[in-house]
């Protein structure tokens, strides 16, 4: 692929996370990378290919590989996913699912099986690791652990639900929170030690 499109669908996906996809036309996108509008159907047949071929890139590449990253132990996998989504949320605009679903419905449920399988397999991958390596509690019932974590992250999270509102899911604060009612439901002594002052030097970072 062009190194142009590419440029093109990387940064168009910032533009998505941060108006949402109904909000930019291929006008927007036009102006905003300085090319006309022939030339951007010289590498999109329409809107809804660009889209398309916007979430087909994220999708492959990093934005659901945090356990591709060399973590030192289970514990660390949950800072690489909380740095991960603290960088999304410099743009996040939740409209961004909500337009997936309504205008480009075979879209949305192609993201939401891959991240509903990522989130499992995960998971599953993270448990068994922490249990082998004395940071989670021996015994832990895996699937059951991480369906539900599948259900927080899917369906707790979601503003739809009208459990959280979008101001609040927007918040590093509540993935802090929700990960940490995780940790300490799964945690030996050692695993909440070593979360728990992971936790707080990082949001010392944060803060300062």
Same mark, same amino acid.
């Given at each position: 692929?062009?190194?142009?499109?590419?440029?093109?669908?990387?940064?168009?996906?910032?533009?998505?996370?941060?108006?949402?996809?109904?909000?930019?036309?291929?006008?927007?996108?036009?102006?905003?990378?300085?090319?006309?509008?022939?030339?951007?159907?010289?590498?999109?047949?329409?809107?809804?290919?660009?889209?398309?071929?916007?979430?087909?890139?994220?999708?492959?590449?990093?934005?659901?590989?945090?356990?591709?990253?060399?973590n030192e132990n289970?514990?660390?996998?949950?800072?690489?996913?909380?740095?991960?989504?603290?960088?999304?949320?410099?743009?996040?605009?939740?409209?961004?699912?909500?337009?997936?679903?309504?205008?480009? %419905?075979?879209?949305?449920?192609?993201?939401?099986?891959?991240?509903?399988?990522?989130?499992?397999?995960?998971?599953?991958?993270?448990?068994?690791?922490?249990?082998?390596?004395g940071f989670y509690?021996?015994?832990?019932?895996?699937?059951?652990?991480?369906?539900?974590?599948?259900?927080?992250?899917?369906?707790?999270?979601? %503003?739809?639900?009208?459990?959280?509102?979008?101001?609040?899911?927007?918040?590093?604060?509540?993935?802090?929170?929700?990960?940490?009612?995780?940790?300490?439901?799964?945690?030996?002594?050692?695993?909440?030690?070593?979360?728990?002052?992971?936790?707080?030097?990082?949001?010392?970072?944060?803060?300062?």
């Open positions: 692929m062009e190194e142009k499109k590419i440029h093109i669908i990387k940064n168009v996906g910032k533009l998505y996370l941060k108006f949402g996809i109904k909000s930019v036309t291929m006008d927007d996108v036009a102006h905003e990378f300085g090319i006309s509008k022939k030339t951007l159907y010289q590498y999109f047949t329409d809107k809804a290919d660009l889209v398309g071929q916007v979430v087909d890139f994220y999708l492959k590449n990093l934005m659901f590989d945090i356990n591709e990253s060399k289970a514990i660390d996998f949950y800072f690489a996913l909380r740095s991960h989504i603290n960088k999304i949320l410099k743009y996040f605009n939740n409209n961004i699912e909500y337009d997936l679903k309504k205008q480009y %419905p075979n879209l949305f449920q192609k993201v939401h099986k891959i991240k509903r399988e990522k989130i499992f397999s995960n998971t599953v991958d993270n448990i068994n690791k922490g249990m082998e390596t509690r021996t015994g832990l019932d895996v699937e059951l652990i991480a369906k539900l974590q599948v259900g927080r992250m899917l369906y707790t999270l979601n %503003p739809e639900n009208e459990i959280f509102n979008e101001r609040e899911v927007a918040t590093i604060e509540l993935f802090d929170k929700v990960i940490e009612y995780h940790m300490h439901a799964i945690c030996t002594q050692k695993g909440v030690e070593y979360f728990e002052q992971q936790l707080n030097k990082i949001q010392n970072e944060d803060n300062n």
